[in-house]
């Protein structure tokens, strides 16, 4: 069947991987970062040239020599407004922009509140995401505004490019699913919802079937539908039904596979959908690894001495309970809130108990978002664990015990880049007709190390989540009570 690639453009690099289409054997890769903007630039704001410069420079030396098919994976929520003619209408607006924060709480109000847009799109407005900043161009920039015409996403703009800008545009289900103006649920955009946000109608890429192409080059490379990182991710380490992922970055994430888009008038659930044809419903987290480097800078560490302290105490943490909700959080919703500690007292008051606390009230708070999962009929018998801090030994020990479930510890891969290649592959062989549309390509997953809990350290870890759970209902009285 040949070789694929599969390019992932994040927010600071292009990496790109060549893999056997049939195995998904890596066979050669190649990596460039973003050329830096100007001195004193907005680091929310990009030029989409250098995403094109980066990938040029990441693909010499024959990288791509005998490739048959591309996948494109972009950062995710990433806005690319185009005016008449296709020309950039102002820098590509992206990352999780603080200017915006009170631009999605008015968006929210002008269309009926939470439950409104829950059932409209499954999500309601984050500062994030492309809805919210069509509305801040229009209150921010009105001439910008005014000359859009047409809506892309980071991936979207690189598929097109790479395939010579025809007239035709196209996304995937995974990308336009966080757009805020695509429904899981439906498959269907609700372009009056980017209207009330910019102002005006503008164009909308079509969205692609997971195994569909974009496209062929002149030159014969296929391309393939594309997709943002969270999904081509997921797609690369192999998750499947029955699996969630919890990303542990200075926020947190906890996402799993389900058969059907879940609609979440309490808006604790994101509803996206994956790049196979099923769903990923999201919970996000204001609070994760921020709470392990705020408790290591209190006690004079980094966390690799914050973890080694956390292992000379016991689970419970003697009775110590911190609340990790430092930056406020969404999950539950308590935007203004504060962290808090509980139990002092004078036997508690260690610098290896606040550490064990500190990673306990972090693990307590993903396990939450697990159970909002859960008891939305999402199974979750495996997690996979992601981020740096997977690696430390107080996370590792932990965290069975507090998810109860098994947990697996994927090996540091390429894997937003390996999961574009593989829908590459996927797209090639179902072009060629020797692949089912409905099938991808079975591609060994994610090498990973796995950590199960024994029954005992079950009872424990549970013992520690409702020490935690009690702290938190009389902190925060009911605040899950819409799941």
């Keep these: 069947m040949g070789i694929v690639a599969g390019l992932d453009s994040s927010s600071a690099s292009t990496r790109i991987v060549v893999c056997d289409a049939d195995t998904g054997a890596v066979l050669r890769q190649g990596y460039a970062p973003h050329p830096a903007g100007p ?10 040239q250098s995403w094109l410069l980066s990938l040029g420079e990441a693909a010499t030396g024959g990288v791509l020599e005998g490739v048959r098919a591309i996948g494109v994976s972009a950062q995710q929520h990433t806005l690319v407004p185009l005016d008449q003619q296709g020309a950039t209408v102002r ?21 009926g509140g939470r439950q409104a847009w829950a059932e409209a799109v499954g999500c309601v407005p984050r500062p994030s995401q492309p809805v919210t900043k069509l509305r801040w161009l229009a209150r921010q920039e009105p001439e910008a505004a005014r000359r859009t015409r047409s809506l892309l996403q980071a991936h ?21 699913s966080g757009t805020g103006y695509w429904s899981a649920a439906t498959g269907a955009y609700r372009p009056d919802l980017a209207e009330l946000a910019l102002g005006h109608q503008a164009a909308l890429p079509e969205v692609l079937g997971p195994s569909e192409a974009a496209g062929t ?19 690369g380490l192999g998750v499947r039904t029955g699996d969630a992922v919890v990303s542990l970055g200075a926020s947190g994430s906890v996402m799993a596979v389900h058969e059907e888009a879940l609609a979440d008038a309490g808006g604790m659930i994101t509803s996206l959908a994956d790049a196979t044809g099923m769903h990923l419903p999201v919970v996000h987290l204001q609070n994760a690894v921020r709470v392990l480097r705020g408790t290591a800078d209190l006690l004079g560490t ?7 302290l956390a292992m000379k105490s016991t689970p419970g943490a003697h009775g110590l309970v911190l609340l990790p909700y430092l930056e406020g959080e969404r999950t539950p919703y308590l935007p203004h809130t504060a962290g808090s500690l509980s139990g002092l007292r004078r ?47 107080a996370v590792r020990a932990a965290a069975p015990s507090l998810f109860g479930a098994q947990v697996a510890v994927p090996q ?38 796995v950590l199960e809990a024994d029954e005992e350290e079950r009872a424990v870890g549970g013992a520690v989540r409702q020490q935690y759970g009690a702290v938190r209902e009389q902190t925060h009285p ?3 009570d819409a799941v």
Excluded at 39 to 48: C, W
Excluded at 92 to 111: E, H, I, P, V
Excluded at 421 to 439: H, I, K, M
């Design 478 to 480: 009911g605040a899950f």
């Design 39 to 48: 001195e004193g630039s907005d680091p929310y704001e990009t030029d989409p």
């Design 302 to 308: 980094d966390l690799e001495g914050l973890s080694a």
């Design 347 to 393: 036997e508690s008051m260690k610098p290896e108990h606040l550490a064990r606390a500190a990673f306990e009230g972090m693990l307590c708070s993903l396990a939450d978002a697990l159970d909002v999962l859960r008891g939305r009929g999402v199974e979750v018998r495996r997690v996979f664990l992601l981020g740096a801090a997977a690696d430390l030994p």
């Design 156 to 176: 979207d703009w690189l598929v097109w490019q790479l395939l010579g800008r025809p007239a035709r545009r196209t996304t995937d289900r995974g990308g336009a």
């Design 217 to 235: 080059t002149p030159e014969g490379l296929l391309i393939s539908a594309g997709t943002g990182e969270t999904m081509a991710a997921a797609f």
């Design 91 to 111: 820098p590509a607006l992206t990352g999780n922009d603080k200017r915006m924060q009170g631009t999605a709480a008015g968006l929210l109000d002008d269309f």
């Design 412 to 449: 540091p891969a390429e894997y937003a880049a390996i999961g574009a290649a593989r829908q590459a592959a996927w797209a090639l062989g179902v072009s060629e007709g020797r692949l089912d549309p409905r099938t991808p390509p079975a591609w060994q997953g994610a090498s990973s190390q």
